[in-house]
């Protein structure tokens, strides 16, 4: 029987139940298709960071290397361990070092699921670069504690870094309904931002099937409230990406649906699958959380896997419990009660 590794890094707060989650319904959905996920788990998290002094041990990114996927939680805890030590000793170093340079994140209502906007139909591919740009960490602070203290962070756009996170755009356009929207800020920005519109323009001549539209990243945030269904492939900067997929995960009835994908498209080392929320700490011990976003992030796990059947089904699963109305509202149903929705639908 066919068995894939997986890295399971649960990691802090929710992460932990809506991994479990995921991982119950993935198990499922594997020995119905006929092949099996063979899971090690690593506790590397704020609490691991409080016995040992980092997020995970030196050697962490070696042993993540070996597996063919990870599934990840999510990371943080600020009032314990601040952010910019939790997310740069764990999350950000792993996309980084595994050049998972596409963060796909799909953003459009489940069956049941009305959303904020009462709008209609919505089927939004949000593409996010995932190595570079605002998130360099390049930069730098004078602490001298005058008024004259300032502080640099730098980003830092690279021909291949923005070429490569544009084809894989116009790819997927391709694929899908022929539009791409490409974000910038570059009424602002003179440099990165018209950098990476010259570079969307030369792509463009390779695509002459796809429609491409610039758009100013204000006023693409606009445009996701006010005309949703009017977007197809949506293709931004690190900073740009994230903040416009918690916005799609709004839209989309709220961040507990917003999966994500962090791929490495050339598979020189694993990609990782995490829903876009965070640790939540305000509902952690409340056993709420909803699952579906990390459960759809297994889905697109396994769809990478070269399993679209399995894949299928699980999204399946998870429309069939949200046409119930289970998990279509926050706090409406346990973790532990959409779950079993969703492995009753797969049964
Ligand atoms: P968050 O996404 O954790 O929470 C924002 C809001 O959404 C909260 O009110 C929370 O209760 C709600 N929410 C999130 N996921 C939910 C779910 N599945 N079901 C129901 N409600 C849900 O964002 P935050 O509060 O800004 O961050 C908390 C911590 O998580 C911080 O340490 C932050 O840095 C970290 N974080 C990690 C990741 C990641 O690991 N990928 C992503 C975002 C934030
Ligand atoms: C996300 C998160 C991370 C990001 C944080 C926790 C560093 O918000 O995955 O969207 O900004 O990439
Ligand atoms: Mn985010």
Redesign the pocket.
Known sequence: MKSYKIALIP?????GP?TEAAWEVLGRAARGAGFSLEGTTFPWSCDFYERTGTMMPADGIETLRGFDAIL???????ARVP?AV??HGL?LPIRKAFVQYANIRPHRLLPGVEGPLRAGAFDILCIRENTEGEYSGAGGRVHNGTDDEVAVETSIFTRKGVERILRFGFEEARRRRGRLASVTKSNAQKHSMVFWDEVTARLAADYPDVTVTNYHIDAMAARMVMAPESLDVVVASNLFGDILTDLGAAIQG???FAASANINPDRTAPSMF??????????AHLG????I?AIWSGAMMLEHLGEPAAAAAVMAAIEAATARGIGTE?GKHRTTEITAAVLAALA
């Open positions: 990691g802090d707060g929710i992460g809506v990840l939680g999510a990371v943080g805890w600020p952010d939790s997310l999350l709220g961040l507990g995490e829903p876009v929320h965070g640790s939540a700490p305000d509902i709420i959380a909803n699952p976003a926050p």
